[in-house]
């Protein structure tokens, strides 16, 4: 079992910035690929960007890529995922998610098998 605990969500004007983390614990992490979702109000849980165990590999949603970056440290079992430039669009409660290594990076909810309870991004105009 492999358990994910975020943090780093809170309010923010637009235009400005917030990082969030992921901590991981359970079984080899490390060997794990981690992802970052998020859900908005009325909305289905969306891709925002996914990285490999090794973080040489990673993938993007359209709407973050130049404005999101997502990294880990595998010596701390943690994921990050820097968001600049926020819009009111990035509202939303953001997942973590892991799942064991693949060849090709996941980009569907299904495709992950552990989540955390989530952490909420609200930008204000």
């Known amino acids: 079992q492999v358990q994910v605990v975020e943090s780093g969500g809170g309010l923010v004007q637009a235009g400005g910035s917030l990082r969030l983390s992921c901590a991981a614990s359970?079984?080899?992490?490390?060997?794990?690929?981690m992802g970052w979702f998020r859900q908005a109000p009325g909305k289905e849980r969306e891709f925002v960007a996914a990285?490999?165990?090794?973080?040489?590999?990673?993938s993007y949603a359209d709407s973050v890529k130049g404005r999101f970056t997502i990294a880990r440290d595998n010596a701390k079992n943690t994921a990050y995922l820097q968001m600049n430039r926020l819009k009111t669009e990035d509202t939303a409660v953001y997942y973590c998610?892991?799942?064991?290594?693949?060849?090709?990076?996941?980009?569907?909810?299904?495709?992950?098998?552990?989540w955390g309870q989530g952490t909420q991004v609200t930008v204000s105009s």
């Open positions: 990285i490999s165990w090794s973080g040489g590999s990673t």
């Open positions: 359970g079984r080899t992490v490390s060997s794990y690929t």
């Open positions: 998610a892991a799942r064991e290594a693949s060849f090709y990076i996941p980009v569907f909810v299904r495709d992950y098998d552990y």
